[in-house]
Protein backbone atom coordinates (compact mmCIF):
# COMPACT_ATOMS: atom_id res chain seq x y z
CA UNK A 1 0.00 0.00 0.00
CA UNK A 2 3.08 2.23 0.63
CA UNK A 3 3.87 2.22 -3.08
CA UNK A 4 0.43 3.08 -4.26
CA UNK A 5 -0.01 6.05 -1.69
CA UNK A 6 3.58 7.91 -2.58
CA UNK A 7 2.13 7.28 -6.18
CA UNK A 8 -1.24 9.17 -5.33
CA UNK A 9 0.67 11.78 -3.10
CA UNK A 10 3.19 12.46 -5.82
CA UNK A 11 0.46 13.09 -9.03
CA UNK A 12 -1.29 15.24 -6.75
CA UNK A 13 2.34 17.35 -5.73
CA UNK A 14 3.04 17.33 -9.38
CA UNK A 15 -0.19 18.74 -10.36
CA UNK A 16 -0.04 21.44 -7.53
CA UNK A 17 3.20 22.04 -8.18
CA UNK A 18 2.54 23.05 -11.94
CA UNK A 19 -0.07 25.37 -11.14
CA UNK A 20 2.11 27.09 -8.74
CA UNK A 21 5.09 27.84 -11.43
CA UNK A 22 1.83 28.84 -13.81
CA UNK A 23 0.62 30.80 -10.93
CA UNK A 24 4.46 32.57 -9.81
CA UNK A 25 4.49 35.10 -13.02
CA UNK A 26 0.98 36.41 -12.22
CA UNK A 27 1.79 36.55 -8.33
CA UNK A 28 4.62 39.78 -8.69
CA UNK A 29 2.33 42.80 -7.29
CA UNK A 30 0.38 43.19 -3.81
CA UNK A 31 -2.52 42.75 -5.96
CA UNK A 32 -2.12 39.65 -7.90
CA UNK A 33 -0.39 38.12 -4.62
CA UNK A 34 -3.09 39.16 -2.42
CA UNK A 35 -6.46 38.49 -4.75
CA UNK A 36 -5.23 36.91 -8.04
CA UNK A 37 -5.79 40.29 -9.93
CA UNK A 38 -9.84 39.38 -8.90
CA UNK A 39 -10.18 37.86 -11.97
CA UNK A 40 -11.72 34.90 -10.43
CA UNK A 41 -15.39 34.14 -11.44
CA UNK A 42 -18.23 33.55 -9.78
CA UNK A 43 -18.54 29.54 -10.14
CA UNK A 44 -14.63 29.15 -9.98
CA UNK A 45 -15.09 31.59 -6.47
CA UNK A 46 -17.66 29.33 -4.85
CA UNK A 47 -15.82 26.33 -5.76
CA UNK A 48 -12.56 27.77 -4.11
CA UNK A 49 -14.77 28.91 -1.10
CA UNK A 50 -15.99 25.48 -0.72
CA UNK A 51 -12.53 24.02 -0.84
CA UNK A 52 -11.20 26.21 1.46
CA UNK A 53 -14.17 26.08 3.84
CA UNK A 54 -14.44 21.77 3.56
CA UNK A 55 -11.33 21.47 5.32
CA UNK A 56 -9.28 18.37 7.53
CA UNK A 57 -12.02 19.33 10.25
CA UNK A 58 -14.84 18.56 8.00
CA UNK A 59 -13.41 15.29 6.23
CA UNK A 60 -11.95 13.93 9.39
CA UNK A 61 -12.50 15.56 12.07
CA UNK A 62 -16.76 15.60 11.66
CA UNK A 63 -17.03 11.99 10.37
CA UNK A 64 -14.67 10.76 13.56
CA UNK A 65 -17.44 12.76 15.87
CA UNK A 66 -20.42 10.95 13.75
CA UNK A 67 -19.06 7.53 13.86
CA UNK A 68 -18.39 7.98 18.04
CA UNK A 69 -21.25 10.21 19.08
CA UNK A 70 -23.92 9.67 16.11
CA UNK A 71 -26.43 12.68 16.25
CA UNK A 72 -24.34 15.29 18.67
CA UNK A 73 -21.43 14.68 16.09
CA UNK A 74 -23.64 15.98 13.09
CA UNK A 75 -24.45 19.40 14.70
CA UNK A 76 -21.00 20.29 13.60
CA UNK A 77 -22.69 19.92 9.59
CA UNK A 78 -25.36 21.45 10.79
CA UNK A 79 -23.83 24.61 12.20
CA UNK A 80 -21.14 25.26 9.00
CA UNK A 81 -23.29 24.76 6.66
CA UNK A 82 -26.21 27.42 8.18
CA UNK A 83 -23.25 29.68 8.52
CA UNK A 84 -23.45 30.27 5.09
CA UNK A 85 -26.71 31.84 4.94
CA UNK A 86 -25.24 34.86 7.16
CA UNK A 87 -22.68 34.67 4.95
CA UNK A 88 -24.66 35.34 1.57
CA UNK A 89 -26.90 37.97 3.75
CA UNK A 90 -24.56 39.98 5.34
CA UNK A 91 -21.56 40.43 4.52
CA UNK A 92 -20.60 38.96 0.87
CA UNK A 93 -21.43 41.82 -1.14
CA UNK A 94 -20.58 44.94 1.14
CA UNK A 95 -16.91 43.02 1.81
CA UNK A 96 -16.54 43.06 -1.80
CA UNK A 97 -17.51 46.80 -2.47
CA UNK A 98 -15.94 48.00 0.91
CA UNK A 99 -12.79 46.28 1.04
CA UNK A 100 -9.28 45.53 -0.84
CA UNK A 101 -7.21 43.10 0.54
CA UNK A 102 -8.41 42.48 3.95
CA UNK A 103 -10.73 42.63 7.09
CA UNK A 104 -8.95 45.53 8.19
CA UNK A 105 -9.86 47.26 4.98
CA UNK A 106 -13.70 47.13 5.36
CA UNK A 107 -13.74 48.23 9.18
CA UNK A 108 -10.80 50.88 8.38
CA UNK A 109 -13.00 52.15 5.09
CA UNK A 110 -15.67 53.32 8.13
CA UNK A 111 -13.52 53.96 11.16
CA UNK A 112 -10.47 55.64 9.94
CA UNK A 113 -7.36 55.15 12.18
CA UNK A 114 -4.10 52.62 12.32
CA UNK A 115 -5.05 51.30 16.11
CA UNK A 116 -8.35 49.30 14.69
CA UNK A 117 -6.79 48.13 11.92
CA UNK A 118 -3.83 46.89 14.01
CA UNK A 119 -6.68 44.69 16.23
CA UNK A 120 -8.04 43.77 12.99
CA UNK A 121 -4.75 42.65 12.24
CA UNK A 122 -3.92 40.97 15.63
CA UNK A 123 -7.72 39.27 15.49
CA UNK A 124 -7.11 37.64 12.18
CA UNK A 125 -3.46 36.24 13.11
CA UNK A 126 -5.12 34.58 16.03
CA UNK A 127 -7.77 33.22 14.47
CA UNK A 128 -6.08 31.80 11.47
CA UNK A 129 -3.19 30.17 13.57
CA UNK A 130 -6.16 28.55 15.73
CA UNK A 131 -7.20 27.01 12.43
CA UNK A 132 -3.73 25.99 10.65
CA UNK A 133 -3.10 23.99 13.74
CA UNK A 134 -6.50 22.17 13.25
CA UNK A 135 -5.41 21.18 9.58
CA UNK A 136 -1.76 20.32 10.41
CA UNK A 137 -2.83 17.81 13.20
CA UNK A 138 -5.21 16.23 10.65
CA UNK A 139 -1.89 16.09 8.45
CA UNK A 140 0.05 14.20 11.06
CA UNK A 141 -2.73 11.91 11.95
CA UNK A 142 -3.25 11.12 7.99
CA UNK A 143 0.53 10.61 7.17
CA UNK A 144 1.32 8.59 10.49
CA UNK A 145 -2.02 5.74 9.74
CA UNK A 146 -0.65 5.19 6.20
CA UNK A 147 3.39 5.75 6.66
CA UNK A 148 4.00 4.31 9.78
CA UNK A 149 7.72 4.89 9.74
CA UNK A 150 6.66 9.06 9.56
CA UNK A 151 6.42 10.25 13.27
CA UNK A 152 3.89 13.23 13.35
CA UNK A 153 6.09 15.18 13.96
CA UNK A 154 8.00 15.77 10.66
CA UNK A 155 4.54 15.11 9.01
CA UNK A 156 3.55 18.15 10.27
CA UNK A 157 7.02 19.86 9.77
CA UNK A 158 6.60 18.47 5.96
CA UNK A 159 3.25 19.86 5.36
CA UNK A 160 4.27 23.48 6.69
CA UNK A 161 7.28 23.18 4.14
CA UNK A 162 4.68 22.81 1.43
CA UNK A 163 2.03 25.25 2.01
CA UNK A 164 4.59 27.85 2.02
CA UNK A 165 6.07 26.84 -1.29
CA UNK A 166 2.47 27.43 -2.56
CA UNK A 167 2.18 30.83 -0.75
CA UNK A 168 5.27 31.87 -1.04
CA UNK A 169 5.48 31.50 -4.99
CA UNK A 170 2.55 31.22 -6.09
CA UNK A 171 0.17 33.40 -4.23
CA UNK A 172 -3.63 33.88 -4.27
CA UNK A 173 -4.11 32.45 -7.83
CA UNK A 174 -2.09 29.49 -7.09
CA UNK A 175 -4.05 28.58 -3.86
CA UNK A 176 -7.22 29.01 -5.34
CA UNK A 177 -6.87 26.50 -8.28
CA UNK A 178 -5.63 24.59 -5.89
CA UNK A 179 -8.57 24.55 -3.49
CA UNK A 180 -10.58 24.03 -6.83
CA UNK A 181 -9.03 20.64 -7.64
CA UNK A 182 -9.30 19.24 -3.86
CA UNK A 183 -12.96 20.33 -3.90
CA UNK A 184 -13.74 18.28 -6.47
CA UNK A 185 -11.40 14.90 -5.45
CA UNK A 186 -13.10 15.81 -2.29
CA UNK A 187 -16.84 15.75 -2.98
CA UNK A 188 -15.98 12.82 -5.53
CA UNK A 189 -14.71 10.79 -2.56
CA UNK A 190 -16.99 11.37 -0.05
CA UNK A 191 -19.63 10.64 -2.75
CA UNK A 192 -18.10 7.78 -3.87
CA UNK A 193 -17.47 6.54 0.15
CA UNK A 194 -21.20 7.30 0.99
CA UNK A 195 -22.17 5.10 -2.43
CA UNK A 196 -19.99 2.19 -0.89
CA UNK A 197 -21.68 2.28 2.51
CA UNK A 198 -24.74 1.73 1.19
CA UNK A 199 -23.85 -0.66 -1.00
CA UNK A 200 -23.00 -2.77 1.90
CA UNK A 201 -26.35 -2.56 2.74
CA UNK A 202 -28.19 -3.02 -0.54
CA UNK A 203 -28.74 0.90 -0.50
CA UNK A 204 -31.27 0.75 1.92
CA UNK A 205 -31.86 3.62 3.86
CA UNK A 206 -34.06 2.02 6.42
CA UNK A 207 -31.75 -1.14 7.07
CA UNK A 208 -28.76 1.49 6.77
CA UNK A 209 -30.77 3.66 10.14
CA UNK A 210 -31.47 0.47 11.80
CA UNK A 211 -27.82 -0.81 11.77
CA UNK A 212 -26.83 2.64 13.11
CA UNK A 213 -29.42 2.30 15.68
CA UNK A 214 -27.67 -0.87 16.86
CA UNK A 215 -24.11 -0.12 17.40
CA UNK A 216 -21.82 -1.95 19.66
CA UNK A 217 -20.03 0.20 22.42
CA UNK A 218 -17.98 -1.60 24.80
CA UNK A 219 -20.71 -4.60 25.09
CA UNK A 220 -23.90 -2.78 24.54
CA UNK A 221 -26.12 -1.97 21.85
CA UNK A 222 -25.67 2.13 21.41
CA UNK A 223 -28.51 3.96 19.34
CA UNK A 224 -26.04 6.32 17.36
CA UNK A 225 -29.15 8.53 16.41
CA UNK A 226 -30.53 9.62 19.55
CA UNK A 227 -28.91 12.72 20.90
CA UNK A 228 -27.06 12.81 24.05
CA UNK A 229 -23.80 11.10 23.33
CA UNK A 230 -21.46 13.98 23.23
CA UNK A 231 -23.36 16.82 24.42
CA UNK A 232 -24.14 15.48 28.34
CA UNK A 233 -23.76 16.40 31.77
CA UNK A 234 -25.26 19.48 33.21
CA UNK A 235 -23.25 21.59 30.82
CA UNK A 236 -24.52 19.30 27.39
CA UNK A 237 -27.30 21.75 26.53
CA UNK A 238 -25.31 24.53 27.11
CA UNK A 239 -22.19 23.20 25.11
CA UNK A 240 -24.42 22.86 22.11
CA UNK A 241 -25.68 26.10 22.09
CA UNK A 242 -22.63 27.97 22.22
CA UNK A 243 -21.09 25.50 19.13
CA UNK A 244 -24.00 26.52 17.46
CA UNK A 245 -23.86 29.93 18.15
CA UNK A 246 -20.24 30.15 17.63
CA UNK A 247 -20.37 28.21 14.04
CA UNK A 248 -23.14 30.71 12.32
CA UNK A 249 -21.37 33.80 13.25
CA UNK A 250 -17.92 32.61 13.10
CA UNK A 251 -18.03 32.10 9.45
CA UNK A 252 -19.54 35.54 8.91
CA UNK A 253 -15.82 36.48 10.55
CA UNK A 254 -13.09 33.92 9.11
CA UNK A 255 -10.63 35.76 7.45
CA UNK A 256 -9.79 33.62 5.42
CA UNK A 257 -13.54 32.86 3.90
CA UNK A 258 -13.67 36.55 3.72
CA UNK A 259 -11.13 37.26 2.18
CA UNK A 260 -12.19 35.13 -0.91
CA UNK A 261 -14.38 38.05 -2.00
CA UNK A 262 -11.47 40.25 -2.68
CA UNK A 263 -10.74 38.08 -5.39
CA UNK A 264 -14.20 38.21 -7.59
CA UNK A 265 -14.29 41.29 -10.35
CA UNK A 266 -18.55 42.33 -8.96
CA UNK A 267 -20.15 41.82 -6.12
CA UNK A 268 -22.82 39.87 -8.40
CA UNK A 269 -19.65 37.35 -8.89
CA UNK A 270 -19.43 37.61 -4.72
CA UNK A 271 -23.23 36.02 -4.33
CA UNK A 272 -22.99 33.65 -6.87
CA UNK A 273 -19.83 32.57 -5.09
CA UNK A 274 -21.12 31.93 -2.02
CA UNK A 275 -24.58 30.35 -3.75
CA UNK A 276 -22.34 27.81 -5.34
CA UNK A 277 -20.16 27.47 -2.12
CA UNK A 278 -23.98 26.65 -0.57
CA UNK A 279 -24.80 23.94 -2.68
CA UNK A 280 -21.06 22.35 -2.95
CA UNK A 281 -20.60 22.37 0.38
CA UNK A 282 -24.20 21.52 1.42
CA UNK A 283 -23.90 18.04 -0.74
CA UNK A 284 -20.86 17.40 1.32
CA UNK A 285 -21.78 17.94 4.90
CA UNK A 286 -24.73 15.09 3.92
CA UNK A 287 -22.17 12.68 2.95
CA UNK A 288 -20.78 12.76 6.54
CA UNK A 289 -23.48 11.10 8.34
CA UNK A 290 -22.91 8.14 5.84
CA UNK A 291 -19.13 8.13 6.26
CA UNK A 292 -19.49 8.69 10.12
CA UNK A 293 -22.20 6.16 10.97
CA UNK A 294 -20.74 3.69 8.29
CA UNK A 295 -17.55 3.72 10.41
CA UNK A 296 -19.28 3.00 13.37
CA UNK A 297 -21.42 0.32 11.91
CA UNK A 298 -18.80 -1.28 9.60
CA UNK A 299 -15.66 -0.63 11.03
CA UNK A 300 -16.67 -0.67 14.58
CA UNK A 301 -15.48 1.89 16.95
CA UNK A 302 -12.89 -0.22 18.71
CA UNK A 303 -11.23 -0.20 15.51
CA UNK A 304 -11.22 3.64 15.23
CA UNK A 305 -9.76 4.16 18.44
CA UNK A 306 -10.63 4.67 21.86
CA UNK A 307 -12.39 7.95 23.49
CA UNK A 308 -9.95 9.60 25.58
CA UNK A 309 -10.26 13.32 27.36
CA UNK A 310 -8.73 16.32 28.24
CA UNK A 311 -6.25 17.47 30.28
CA UNK A 312 -4.58 15.80 32.87
CA UNK A 313 -6.33 12.68 32.28
CA UNK A 314 -4.11 11.74 28.95
CA UNK A 315 -0.94 11.48 31.46
CA UNK A 316 -3.09 9.49 34.56
CA UNK A 317 -3.87 7.03 31.63
CA UNK A 318 -0.23 6.61 30.02
CA UNK A 319 0.87 5.68 33.70
CA UNK A 320 -2.64 3.79 34.75
CA UNK A 321 -3.63 1.92 31.75
CA UNK A 322 -5.46 -0.04 33.65
CA UNK A 323 -7.59 2.57 35.39
CA UNK A 324 -8.39 4.25 31.71
CA UNK A 325 -11.79 2.58 31.31
CA UNK A 326 -13.19 3.71 34.96
CA UNK A 327 -11.55 6.94 34.38
CA UNK A 328 -12.60 8.18 30.99
CA UNK A 329 -16.60 6.83 32.43
CA UNK A 330 -15.61 8.81 35.57
CA UNK A 331 -14.85 12.00 33.55
CA UNK A 332 -17.45 11.58 30.66
CA UNK A 333 -20.32 11.23 33.91
CA UNK A 334 -19.19 14.74 34.51
CA UNK A 335 -19.30 15.94 31.24
CA UNK A 336 -15.64 17.04 30.62
CA UNK A 337 -15.53 15.10 26.95
CA UNK A 338 -12.94 16.46 24.27
CA UNK A 339 -13.00 14.18 20.97
CA UNK A 340 -9.10 13.18 20.92
CA UNK A 341 -7.15 12.64 17.56
CA UNK A 342 -7.83 8.82 17.45
CA UNK A 343 -11.38 9.95 15.73
CA UNK A 344 -9.38 11.77 12.56
CA UNK A 345 -8.79 8.15 10.99
CA UNK A 346 -12.53 6.88 10.61
CA UNK A 347 -12.50 7.91 6.74
CA UNK A 348 -9.36 6.17 5.86
CA UNK A 349 -10.16 3.41 8.17
CA UNK A 350 -13.57 2.95 6.83
CA UNK A 351 -12.11 3.10 3.14
CA UNK A 352 -9.99 0.21 4.20
CA UNK A 353 -12.73 -1.94 5.16
CA UNK A 354 -14.66 -1.22 1.79
CA UNK A 355 -12.59 -1.24 -0.20
CA UNK A 356 -8.80 -2.15 0.81
CA UNK A 357 -5.67 -0.92 0.70
CA UNK A 358 -5.76 1.10 -2.94
CA UNK A 359 -8.75 3.00 -1.73
CA UNK A 360 -7.46 3.77 1.49
CA UNK A 361 -4.31 5.18 -0.24
CA UNK A 362 -6.86 7.42 -2.65
CA UNK A 363 -8.98 8.46 -0.04
CA UNK A 364 -5.70 9.58 2.27
CA UNK A 365 -4.09 11.35 -0.89
CA UNK A 366 -7.35 13.47 -0.94
CA UNK A 367 -7.58 14.05 2.56
CA UNK A 368 -3.28 15.09 2.49
CA UNK A 369 -4.57 17.42 -0.61
CA UNK A 370 -7.47 18.65 1.52
CA UNK A 371 -4.53 19.55 4.52
CA UNK A 372 -2.87 21.51 2.00
CA UNK A 373 -4.83 23.24 0.05
CA UNK A 374 -6.83 25.13 3.35
CA UNK A 375 -3.24 25.80 4.91
CA UNK A 376 -2.41 27.36 2.10
CA UNK A 377 -5.36 29.92 1.92
CA UNK A 378 -5.06 29.99 5.56
CA UNK A 379 -1.13 31.48 5.37
CA UNK A 380 -1.66 33.87 2.55
CA UNK A 381 -4.40 35.27 4.51
CA UNK A 382 -2.36 35.76 7.73
CA UNK A 383 0.33 36.93 5.19
CA UNK A 384 -1.45 39.56 3.88
CA UNK A 385 -2.85 40.78 7.54
CA UNK A 386 0.42 40.93 8.65
CA UNK A 387 2.11 42.82 5.53
CA UNK A 388 -0.81 45.08 4.35
CA UNK A 389 -2.50 46.04 7.68
CA UNK A 390 0.85 46.12 10.05
CA UNK A 391 3.51 46.49 7.91
CA UNK A 392 2.10 48.96 5.34
CA UNK A 393 -0.52 50.86 7.08
CA UNK A 394 0.19 50.95 10.62
CA UNK A 395 4.04 51.00 10.45
CA UNK A 396 4.57 53.10 7.42
CA UNK A 397 0.64 54.71 6.97
CA UNK A 398 0.09 53.65 3.50
CA UNK A 399 3.58 54.80 1.98
CA UNK A 400 6.08 52.42 0.68
CA UNK A 401 7.93 50.37 -1.62
CA UNK A 402 5.49 47.66 -2.89
CA UNK A 403 8.32 45.32 -3.72
CA UNK A 404 9.13 45.71 -0.33
CA UNK A 405 5.84 44.68 1.05
CA UNK A 406 6.12 41.21 -0.46
CA UNK A 407 8.75 40.49 0.83
CA UNK A 408 7.22 41.46 3.88
CA UNK A 409 4.57 39.66 3.02
CA UNK A 410 6.31 35.93 2.35
CA UNK A 411 8.29 36.83 5.14
CA UNK A 412 5.11 36.75 7.54
CA UNK A 413 4.01 33.58 5.85
CA UNK A 414 7.21 31.99 6.92
CA UNK A 415 6.80 33.13 10.59
CA UNK A 416 3.13 32.18 10.64
CA UNK A 417 4.03 28.65 9.23
CA UNK A 418 6.69 28.38 12.04
CA UNK A 419 4.54 28.69 14.81
CA UNK A 420 1.43 26.89 13.43
CA UNK A 421 3.77 23.87 13.20
CA UNK A 422 5.25 24.37 16.76
CA UNK A 423 1.48 24.78 18.26
CA UNK A 424 0.42 22.09 15.95
CA UNK A 425 2.99 19.61 17.65
CA UNK A 426 1.77 20.51 21.24
CA UNK A 427 -1.92 19.67 20.56
CA UNK A 428 -1.58 16.84 17.93
CA UNK A 429 -3.64 14.43 20.28
CA UNK A 430 -6.75 16.13 19.53
CA UNK A 431 -9.88 16.29 16.98
CA UNK A 432 -9.57 18.52 14.16
CA UNK A 433 -12.93 19.11 13.86
CA UNK A 434 -13.08 20.24 18.11
CA UNK A 435 -10.17 22.75 17.56
CA UNK A 436 -11.53 24.04 14.72
CA UNK A 437 -14.85 24.64 16.32
CA UNK A 438 -13.03 26.86 18.71
CA UNK A 439 -11.24 28.77 15.57
CA UNK A 440 -14.64 29.69 15.08
CA UNK A 441 -15.59 30.92 18.93
CA UNK A 442 -12.45 33.23 18.27
CA UNK A 443 -14.12 34.24 14.96
CA UNK A 444 -17.16 34.68 16.36
CA UNK A 445 -16.19 37.03 19.31
CA UNK A 446 -13.58 39.43 17.76
CA UNK A 447 -15.01 39.84 14.22
CA UNK A 448 -18.38 39.21 13.64
CA UNK A 449 -19.29 41.73 16.22
CA UNK A 450 -17.44 44.59 14.71
CA UNK A 451 -18.17 43.53 10.98
CA UNK A 452 -22.27 43.71 11.40
CA UNK A 453 -21.89 46.64 13.42
CA UNK A 454 -19.91 48.93 11.41
CA UNK A 455 -22.02 47.65 8.51
CA UNK A 456 -25.58 48.45 10.24
CA UNK A 457 -25.03 50.95 12.85
CA UNK A 458 -24.99 54.93 12.25
CA UNK A 459 -23.59 55.14 15.95
CA UNK A 460 -21.00 53.01 15.74
CA UNK A 461 -17.19 54.44 16.49
CA UNK A 462 -13.38 53.43 17.05
CA UNK A 463 -13.42 52.92 20.18
CA UNK A 464 -16.54 50.48 19.97
CA UNK A 465 -14.98 48.44 17.13
CA UNK A 466 -10.93 48.60 19.61
CA UNK A 467 -13.29 47.39 22.85
CA UNK A 468 -15.48 45.07 20.73
CA UNK A 469 -12.06 43.23 18.94
CA UNK A 470 -10.46 42.78 22.05
CA UNK A 471 -13.06 41.67 24.20
CA UNK A 472 -14.40 39.18 22.19
CA UNK A 473 -10.75 38.08 21.56
CA UNK A 474 -9.45 38.23 25.04
CA UNK A 475 -12.45 36.96 26.39
CA UNK A 476 -12.64 33.56 23.72
CA UNK A 477 -8.88 32.74 24.62
CA UNK A 478 -8.60 33.33 28.32
CA UNK A 479 -11.78 30.95 28.44
CA UNK A 480 -10.37 28.59 26.36
CA UNK A 481 -7.69 28.44 28.56
CA UNK A 482 -9.56 27.94 31.49
CA UNK A 483 -12.14 25.33 29.67
CA UNK A 484 -11.93 21.38 30.16
CA UNK A 485 -10.05 21.59 26.41
CA UNK A 486 -6.73 22.92 28.54
CA UNK A 487 -7.39 22.08 31.83
CA UNK A 488 -9.04 19.06 32.30
CA UNK A 489 -11.32 18.03 34.86
CA UNK A 490 -10.38 20.90 37.41
CA UNK A 491 -11.24 23.56 34.52
CA UNK A 492 -12.54 26.86 36.05
CA UNK A 493 -14.90 27.50 32.82
CA UNK A 494 -17.29 24.80 32.35
CA UNK A 495 -17.59 24.49 28.55
CA UNK A 496 -15.65 23.04 26.07
CA UNK A 497 -16.88 25.92 23.78
CA UNK A 498 -16.83 29.72 24.96
CA UNK A 499 -19.01 31.45 22.14
CA UNK A 500 -22.24 31.45 24.27
CA UNK A 501 -20.19 33.83 26.66
CA UNK A 502 -17.51 35.25 24.81
CA UNK A 503 -19.76 36.58 21.51
CA UNK A 504 -21.89 38.08 24.06
CA UNK A 505 -18.92 39.97 25.82
CA UNK A 506 -17.52 41.14 22.37
CA UNK A 507 -21.15 43.07 21.01
CA UNK A 508 -20.90 44.16 24.64
CA UNK A 509 -17.84 45.58 23.92
CA UNK A 510 -18.40 47.12 20.69
CA UNK A 511 -21.81 48.92 21.74
CA UNK A 512 -21.10 49.97 25.00
CA UNK A 513 -17.68 51.35 23.26
CA UNK A 514 -19.33 52.72 20.85
CA UNK A 515 -22.23 54.78 23.35
CA UNK A 516 -19.41 56.05 25.88
CA UNK A 517 -16.77 56.90 22.86
CA UNK A 518 -18.94 58.90 19.99
CA UNK A 519 -17.47 59.93 16.83
CA UNK A 520 -18.84 62.43 14.70
CA UNK A 521 -16.14 60.95 11.77
CA UNK A 522 -17.80 57.61 11.59
CA UNK A 523 -21.14 58.61 11.58
CA UNK A 524 -20.42 61.27 8.65
CA UNK A 525 -18.96 58.27 6.85
CA UNK A 526 -21.73 55.56 7.25
CA UNK A 527 -23.76 56.99 4.31
CA UNK A 528 -20.58 56.79 2.30
CA UNK A 529 -20.66 53.01 3.43
CA UNK A 530 -23.78 52.52 2.76
CA UNK A 531 -23.57 53.42 -0.43
CA UNK A 532 -20.23 51.51 -1.78
CA UNK A 533 -21.28 48.78 0.26
CA UNK A 534 -24.43 48.22 -1.49
CA UNK A 535 -24.21 49.63 -5.31
CA UNK A 536 -20.07 48.94 -5.49
CA UNK A 537 -19.82 52.63 -6.47
CA UNK A 538 -15.81 53.33 -6.10
CA UNK A 539 -14.96 49.93 -4.91
CA UNK A 540 -11.98 48.22 -6.14
CA UNK A 541 -12.05 46.52 -9.84
Same mark, same amino acid.
Given at each position: ?????????????????????????????????????????????????????????????????????????????????????????????????????????????????????????????????????????????????????? =???? +?? @??? $? !??? #?????? /???? *??????????????????????????????????????????????????????????????????????????????????????????????????? =???? +?? @??? $? !??? #?????? /???? *?????????????????????????????????????????????????????????????????????????????????????????????????????????????????????????? *????????????????????????????????????????????????????????????????????????????????????????????????????????????????????????????
Amino acid at each position: MTQSILVMFGVFMGITLVITYWASGQSQTRRGFYTANRRIGGLQNGWAIAGDYMSAASFLGITGLVAFYGFDGFMYSVGWLVAYLAVLFLVAEPMRNTGKYTIGDVISFRLHGRSVRAIAAISTLAITIFYLIAQMVGAGAVVTLLLPGV =SEIV +AI @VAV $G !VLM #LFYVLF /GGML *ATTWVQIIKAGLLLFTAVLLTLWVLARFHFSLPAFLDAAASVRIDGHSTNLLNPGHFYRGPWGAFNLISLGVALVLGTAGLPHILMRFFTVPSAKAART =SVAW +AM @VLI $G !VFY #LTTSFI /GLGA *ATIVGQAHIGQRLYAGRAIAYIARHPDQARELNQTLEHNGYVVPRRNSNLTAPLLAESLGGPLLTAFVAAVAFATILAVVAGLTITASTAFAHDLWWNVVYNGVGDERRNLIVARAAAVGVG *AISILCSVLLHRFNVAFLVGLAFAIAASANAPVILLALIWRRFSRVGAIAGMLCGLVSSLALIALSPVVMGKGALFPLDNPGIVSIPLGFLGAIAGALLAPDRDAAAMFNQLQVRANTGIGAEV
